[in-house]
């Protein structure tokens, strides 16, 4: 399964979200650029649990180095395919929590549940001498504050089904929870000697992101965070939405509901929207009028279902105008 788009939007620009996608990126090349000291630059800054288990080991390592590379592994990246999927993922889950948390409880939030990630990975594997890297724990972090947020949410969903590519959208308590399974699953058959994806790093980050969630949501906002959200907040809602329809027995028309900020509501706006129809969808262009009210009815004529006499009813959109 791999996520292609959620349907919750954030209200503000994910800054530290963005932030964190950036310096990954520029890690990554500063990890290609070592060449054929790679090798040697992963294990000084990648996570190797056997630094810490093994006397031998550690030291050769200053208390600064064994601290930072808490830290550094979850900056570093295996291949570009790695970095791209790890990414994306953050991409999709990190701009929610971040809306919800505030961007300084946020940075907050991701290093510890990437630090916890590796506390777990170390414990269970505390022999190995394989260097740990990625940030697929602290993106499971993000995934589990996701998981609690936002369970009712809808998770568009790419599974490839032999050579055919199959969308679907899934609530995101369901794509977690089997992608949670997975990793457990994953974890119970895995050696702890061999190389490959770090399973308990990933459930750990999971179960700790949730736990982290319940603490911080008890922190009161910083002034930063307060700051930085008045000056991040979207003034406009996305151009392409979404829009889960109902419809009743009693009519051939189908309703729904439209977002739209107060600032487009003034001066009017132009929007797409998705709307399911069967196993596809349909893609509707909709011009909002300037000075639109509240729970106005937008009325797109013959868009709604076929009645038995061959007419079409109409597609009936709810301007819904949110702060």
Same mark, same amino acid.
């Given at each position: 399964?791999? #996520? ?9 620009y ?9 310096v990954?990126?520029?890690?990554? +090349? ?7 000291q ?16 093994v ?75 394989? #260097? ?12 589990? @504050?996701?998981?609690?947020?936002y #369970? ?7 599974? #490839? ?45 999971f ?39 109902t @419809? ?18 003034? +001066?009017?706006?132009?929007? +797409? ?27 797109? @004529? ?21 702060e």
């Amino acid at each position: 399964m791999f #996520p292609v788009r959620d349907t919750i939007q954030s209200k503000s620009y994910p800054i530290i979200n963005i932030t964190i996608i950036a310096v990954n990126v520029l890690s990554y +090349l500063i990890e290609m650029s070592h060449g054929g000291q790679l090798d040697r630059f992963l294990f000084l800054y990648g996570l190797v649990p056997a630094r810490y288990s093994v006397p031998e080991i550690a030291q050769y390592f200053t208390f600064g180095q064994q601290a930072f590379s808490f830290i550094s592994f979850m900056f570093l990246h295996g291949g570009f395919w790695h970095l791209l999927g790890n990414m994306w993922s953050l991409y999709i889950f990190g701009d929610n929590v971040e809306d919800r948390l505030g961007s300084a409880r946020y940075l907050m939030f991701y290093l510890l549940c990437g630090f916890a990630s590796g506390l777990s990975h170390l414990l269970f594997n505390m022999g190995s001498q394989i #260097p740990t890297i990625g940030a697929s724990g602290a993106i499971a972090g993000v995934m589990g @504050a996701y998981f609690i947020l936002y #369970p009712k949410a809808r998770i568009l969903t790419l599974i #490839p089904i032999i050579f055919i590519p199959y969308f679907v959208e899934l609530p995101a308590y369901f794509f977690l929870g089997i992608w949670f399974l997975i990793q457990f699953v994953s974890a119970a058959g895995a050696s702890s000697q061999t190389g490959g994806i770090a399973w308990w790093a990933h459930i750990g980050g999971f179960i700790f992101g949730i736990v982290f969630l319940k603490l911080f949501l008890n922190l009161p906002q910083s002034g930063i965070s307060n700051a930085m959200r008045r000056r991040t907040v979207k003034t406009k809602s996305p151009r392409l939405q979404v829009i889960q329809t109902t @419809a009743s027995d009693s009519d051939y028309h189908l309703y729904g509901s439209m977002a739209i900020t107060p600032r487009e509501a003034l +001066l009017g706006t132009n929007k +797409l929207v998705n709307i399911p129809w069967g196993f596809q969808k349909r893609l509707i262009r909709v011009n909002v009028p300037p000075g639109i009210t509240d729970a106005t009815i937008l009325r797109l @004529a013959g868009l709604g279902r076929l009645a038995p006499d061959h007419r079409r009813g109409d597609l009936l959109l709810k301007v819904v105008i949110t702060e």
